[in-house]
Every structure is written in structure tokens, then in C-alpha cells.
């Protein structure tokens, strides 16, 4: 099946500094990614939507100046927590739209996920 | 996009089944019912999609009633690696677009030995 791969898996920064976290799809080509952030003990908040070639689209609340979403290629697409703070500490997740389990299922949209970039800013 | 409402928690002992129902009265006719499972520190995984009646794959069933306000996730024999959180999604796919893809809480399923 598809697979998304997130890197750095783990990463720690100190406050005011910038991070980058990359989002490959492998295998497939993804127009469309999606950005989440997951608290501890939460759901997962959809932050934005990144398009390939195009300016990504925020959710309501996501400040669009602080996390930057680039998606420069079909299968990469990057998002820089910029000017990190504690409370940008969380658990990041990026998902492409699965091609091999949309072509089976003629349903709802079918999501890979990346396994996620736990960041702690001290 | 149709609200689902899921019990927080649940607990079962290995070997045994595991009905998780989510509640989606606003379903809209287009809308499917997708289910996704999430271990701690990893991404969420697609486990089973559905639009009526009943569909069953390698992992799970889904049952799915006449009236489509609700849904069952049913996981046969679970094992102490089924402990996750389980969200149910409800939404559909324009043509030739995507959809939003926003998860509700979940249900925490721990599998106790």
C-alpha cells in the first residue's frame, strides 16, 4: 500500500528557533497533503491543507505566518514551526490521499499517514 | 460535515469481540463511513470503509443499519495489540476533489489480558 514517510520522527529545539518537518509520499504521487497537530491525550486538529504547486489552505486559528507549508514537488511537502514557543510543543502528523485504496473503495477519501514528529521546544 | 459521537473508552479482555459504535444522525446521502486506528506516538491507519449494510475486510467488520445514523466497528478475537484509540469519520469524495478529512475524540479500546 501507499506509504508516507515523516522525518525527523523525533525533535527537540530551543525556543525561538525554527523547525522543519518533511512529508514524503513514496511510490505515489500526492497533490494534496495534510497537516495535523495532536496534543496529548487529543484528537488530532486538521491545520492545513497543503496543494502542490499552490498556496496551502489553513484551518481557522492556524496562524499561517508561524507554521509554513511548502509543497515544492508531488511527494514532498514540508511544514516549519518558525519562531517556536513551548506551547508549539506537540505531536505532528502529515497524511497524503491513498490512489490504491481510493481505485478499491469509491467512497469517502482514503488517508495514509505519516508516523508522526513529536517536537518539544524548551 | 456529519458529527460523530463515539463512547471515550471502552475495555475488553483478549480473545473476546469488540463492537465500537459511532452515531452519526446528520449523515448525508453521499457520506461514507470510515473507520481509522491509532497507536500511541504513530499516525492514525485506515482500517475499514462503508456505505450500507455490511463490509468486512482481513481486520474488521462494519455494520452499518438501514437508517445509516449509526455504525458498528466490530474487531473478532482482539488481542492485547488492538489497545488504540479508534475514530469514526463520516464524509465523501466530490468528484475528481477531496473532502476535509477532521477527526471527532475516538474511543480509547484497551485490551486487558
Known amino acids: 500500500g501507499a506509504v508516507v514517510s515523516q522525518h525527523p520522527s523525533r525533535v527537540i529545539c530551543k525556543s525561538g528557533t525554527s523547525v522543519k518537518i518533511e512529508c514524503r509520499s513514496l511510490d505515489f504521487q500526492a497533490t494534496t497533503m495534510f497537516w495535523y497537530r495532536q496534543f496529548p491525550k487529543q484528537s488530532l486538529m486538521l491545520m492545513a491543507t497543503s496543494n502542490e504547486g499552490s498556496k496551502a489552505t489553513y484551518e481557522q486559528g492556524v496562524e499561517k505566518d508561524k507554521f509554513l507549508i511548502n509543497h515544492a514537488s508531488l511527494t514532498l511537502s514540508t511544514l516549519t514551526v518558525t519562531s517556536a514557543h513551548p506551547e508549539d510543543s506537540s505531536f505532528y502528523i502529515c497524511?497524503?490521499?491513498?490512489?490504491?485504496?481510493?481505485?478499491?473503495?469509491?467512497?469517502?477519501?482514503?488517508?495514509?499517514f505519516g508516523a508522526g514528529s513529536r517536537l518539544t521546544v524548551l | 460535515l456529519a458529527k460523530t459521537t463515539q463512547p471515550v473508552s471502552m475495555d475488553s479482555y483478549e480473545g473476546q469481540e469488540v463492537n465500537i459504535t459511532c452515531s452519526h444522525n446528520?449523515?448525508?446521502?453521499?457520506?461514507?463511513i470510515t473507520w481509522y486506528q491509532q497507536f500511541p506516538s504513530q499516525g492514525p491507519r485506515f482500517i475499514i470503509q462503508?456505505?450500507?449494510t455490511k463490509v468486512t475486510n482481513e481486520v474488521a467488520s462494519l455494520f452499518i443499519p438501514a437508517d445509516r445514523k449509526s455504525s458498528t466497528l466490530s474487531l473478532p478475537r482482539v488481542s492485547l495489540s488492538d489497545t488504540a484509540v479508534y475514530y469514526c469519520?463520516?464524509?465523501?469524495?466530490?468528484?475528481?476533489?477531496?473532502?476535509?478529512?477532521?477527526f471527532g475524540t475516538g474511543t480509547k479500546l484497551q485490551v486487558i489480558p
Open positions: 462503508g456505505y450500507k
Open positions: 497524511s497524503a490521499r491513498d490512489p490504491g485504496q481510493e481505485r478499491l473503495i469509491s467512497g469517502a477519501n482514503v488517508l495514509t
Open positions: 446528520n449523515i448525508a446521502t453521499n457520506d461514507y
Open positions: 469519520l463520516v464524509g465523501s469524495r466530490p468528484s475528481g476533489g477531496y473532502q476535509k478529512v477532521t
